[in-house]
């Protein structure tokens, strides 16, 4: 622990010990880096449970380092190498892209869970270089590449992008290639890996946390217990279910987040006197002192074009994507490139199973944050940028459904006979919003008042005080708290010029 408590507070100082003493138990040693192979059946859950700003996160990355450091492979999404006896492995985990991109941000090379289950099969020549660059392999000889244009200097970007963003499509990418060159299809994993770190695991439902534990003999959740539970769960998340002795508790909120007004109003609302009038009158208190805290007298459609406006009920969801639309000029009959898109799932029949891998492989899972780039090539598809996917780029097979306010049937824009399926992406439940985190966020104050009046609970905690705090925790940087159902026209029109790479050619999905 020398190398850690110049850091940590004692609550993860604690936690540190007692996750490093369940490693050393399943043969992974973190003080001396000494590896012993994994032994058969065994199987440990453990959860590191707390609030915003007390360091789930800091903790999450100082064990992935000590692992990495003790020798333990880091096992992406994006390859894997050759299988070996003596190996111990290592995942970081999150149930959404964007949840996964937060930790990559922060130096941590996370995946989504989608991209543990399917495995990529890359074409054999492309294995050479990916070996290299992970360590396992020679720097290939450029003559007998069979890659046409392959160079050595495109290797050496290669191996310089590596060497600051462990990722084999983005080395790959920085000398010159598509991810269609190299990877050739996905498959279901067929072997259990060994230890797995899960981020955001308040999202996890009963059927992926089985999965999950099937995977890994060793799994660690990380979790925030005051985030609203997964539909169908009664409240409860699948930590809340272990045993005491198996959830580390953080408790204690770091310098670092102290002056933070958004955690501050997220903090507040433990306090059990705390009204919805009270907790306005603070938002408006912090907005006086911290420009960090904005009470907004309307939505601006601007920043919807990228971070969605957070709100409780469905109607208002509907009734706010239309004056976005509105706002910009839309055709009702087709989409502007630039629009925000929800993937709300995948529509195939069972026999193409893995054209549903494909999709999912590149990030078009249920719930992911996409953006409109125009009409593919070909009839019915779409080209479309996943936010936070470490491949962001992909044309697909698109069905598009816009709902209108007072008609009960979407109106489509686009669409396929079967293929990925899309809601509109300006206005988000703060449901759907969990896992993501934007650098500015909306959250729409009279739904919050609404829920606050018809006093439902859940778990023991008003409604309204869950979705107050999972939505302004959404927030990294400035936090709007619109308090007026008015929408402010934007100043310029929507544009894709943020999103910087060409679209890929690769066509997923089923004509």
């Known amino acids: 622990m020398q190398s850690t408590a110049l850091t940590f507070s004692d609550d993860q100082a604690e936690a540190y010990d007692r996750l490093a003493a369940a490693f050393l138990g399943a043969g992974i040693d973190l003080v001396e880096g000494e590896l012993s ?186 979790g925030d217990p005051a985030q609203l539970a997964p539909v169908g769960l009664s409240g409860e998340m699948v930590f809340d279910k272990l045993p005491e002795t198996r959830r580390l508790v953080l408790s204690r909120i770091h310098r670092q987040t102290q002056d ?35 009470v907004a007298e309307r939505v601006e459609a601007a920043l919807m074009a990228r971070s969605p406006v957070l709100v409780w009920r469905n109607a208002t969801r509907v009734r706010l994507i239309q004056a976005f639309r509105n706002a910009y ?36 899972i249920k719930g992911a944050q996409v953006i409109y780039l125009g009409d593919g090539t070909r009839d019915g598809f779409a080209r479309l940028h996943v936010v936070g996917a470490e491949e962001p780029q992909v044309s697909a097979a698109s069905i598009i459904k816009i709902e209108k306010p007072d008609e009960e049937e979407p109106f489509i824009p686009h669409a396929a006979r079967m293929g990925a399926t899309f809601l509109h992406g300006a206005a988000v439940t703060i449901h759907k919003a969990q896992g993501s985190q934007w650098e500015e966020v909306q959250v729409f104050a009279p739904d919050l008042q609404a829920a606050a009046f018809s006093g439902r609970s859940e778990a023991g905690v008003p409604l309204w005080k869950r979705l107050a705090y999972v939505a302004i925790t959404r927030a990294q940087t400035r936090l709007y708290w619109v308090v007026r159902n008015r929408l402010a026209r934007p100043t310029e029109p929507l544009s894709i010029d943020d999103l910087k790479r060409a679209p890929a050619p690769l066509a997923l999905g089923e004509e």
Request: with cysteine.
């Open 37 to 222: 192979p994994m032994a058969e059946g065994r199987t440990s859950v453990l959860a590191v449970v707390g609030k915003a700003g007390s360091g789930k996160t800091m903790l999450l990355a100082q064990l992935y380092r000590g692992m990495k450091a003790a020798g333990v492979d880091i096992v992406s999404g994006d390859y894997e190498g050759k299988k070996r006896k003596d190996r111990r492995t290592l995942a970081i985990l999150a149930p959404t892209n964007k949840a996964a991109s937060v930790l990559r941000l922060r130096g941590v090379p996370a995946t989504t869970i989608h991209r543990i289950l399917y495995t990529p099969v890359y074409d054999p020549e492309f294995e050479k270089i990916a070996e290299w660059l992970a360590g396992t392999g020679t720097r290939p000889v450029v003559d007998s590449l069979a890659i046409p244009g392959m160079t050595e200097i495109a290797l050496d970007r290669a191996h310089a992008f590596y060497q600051q963003v462990a990722s084999i499509p983005g080395a790959l990418a920085a000398a010159g290639l598509k991810g269609s060159d190299f990877i050739k299809g996905w498959k279901r994993r067929e072997e259990p890996l060994d230890v797995g770190f899960v981020d955001e695991s308040s999202m996890l439902d009963e059927r992926q946390f089985e999965d999950l534990k099937e995977i890994f003999p060793t799994l660690v959740l990380f």
């Open 329 to 364: 000029g839309a055709p009702e009959d087709a989409l502007l490139p630039g629009e925000p898109l929800i993937c709300d799932g995948i529509e195939l029949p069972l026999k193409h199973r893995k054209k549903r891998i494909d999709l999912e492989a590149r990030g078009l």
């Open 260 to 294: 933070n007004p958004i955690l501050d109003l997220a903090h507040a609302l433990g306090d059990e006197r705390l009204g919805f009038a009270d907790f306005e009158a603070l938002v408006q208190e912090k907005a006086r002192v911290d420009g960090r805290v904005v």
